[in-house]
């Protein structure tokens, strides 16, 4: 079945670790997202990538990191976690950056103590 | 500054009522209108996309309204059922360069039996 994958659904991080949050997509969109959604505070984009080997910054883009060597993977890096990243983190693509219908991931949850 | 606001925030109805779900939006220069539904636990899922010239676009029970003079949007739902029960997320697309998706916060919809 086509769409994304995000590994892995949950997960709890001692602060101070490194962890990759691992996105895959199988329908060949240019463009990828990593949002993080908090309670009373909706979805907020934290990188962003319109095609392969090009990133951008979003709203809340500190303390992650993010790279696009090809069009299917978009990981998501905490360098050293913290516990303000605690959080559900969604990938999602579209066809376009701006007009193309975006397909979310089911999601990884991320606790960090 | 571009902003979504839903309204209410949260709305608890009871199973075949209709209710009517509100997106105000002050995004310039716009592009296009999206609804999206998100089950607990899950990921987003999209119920449509509106245009600038498009009034009005349905999706089974859900009919969504445009109103790009005043800048509004409703979702409508008919005949609501238990499976309704989700968060509803109005996004509007800015036209400009990079990414330019603004995220409501949601209204959380419960239908009670």
């Known amino acids: 079945i086509a769409g994304i994958t995000q590994a892995p659904t949950s997960q709890i991080l001692a602060a101070g670790r490194r962890m990759t949050l691992r996105c895959t997509q199988d329908?060949?969109?240019?463009?990828m997202y990593w949002y993080r959604q908090d309670l009373g505070l909706g979805l907020r984009l934290i990188h962003y990538?319109?095609?392969?080997?090009?990133?951008g910054k979003g709203e809340v883009p500190d303390g992650y990191s993010v790279s696009r060597a090809n069009t299917d993977d978009f990981p998501l890096t905490l360098a050293s976690a913290v516990p303000s990243q605690t959080s559900v983190y969604f990938c999602?693509?579209?066809?376009?950056?701006?007009?193309?219908?975006?397909?979310f991931g089911e999601g990884s949850r991320l606790t960090v103590l | 500054k571009n902003q979504v606001e839903q309204s209410p925030q949260s709305l608890i109805i009871l199973e075949g009522k209709n209710c009517t779900l509100q997106?105000?939006?002050?995004?310039?220069?716009?592009?296009?209108l999206r609804w999206y539904k998100q089950d607990t636990g899950r990921g987003p899922v999209s119920l449509t996309i509106m245009t600038f010239s498009e009034n009005t676009k349905s999706n089974g029970r859900y009919t969504a309204t445009l109103d790009a003079d005043t800048k509004q949007s409703s979702l409508h739902i008919t005949a609501s059922q238990l499976s309704d029960s989700a968060s509803y997320i109005c996004?509007?697309?800015?036209?400009?360069?990079?990414?330019?998706?603004?995220f409501g916060k949601g209204t959380t919809l419960s239908v009670s039996s």
């Open positions: 999602a693509s579209s066809g376009g950056a701006d007009t193309g219908e975006l397909f």
């Open positions: 329908m060949r969109h240019n463009a």
């Open positions: 997106c105000n939006y002050t995004v310039s220069p716009f592009s296009n």
């Open positions: 990538s319109n095609t392969a080997g090009t990133t």
């Open positions: 996004v509007v697309s800015a036209r400009q360069a990079g990414t330019a998706l603004i």
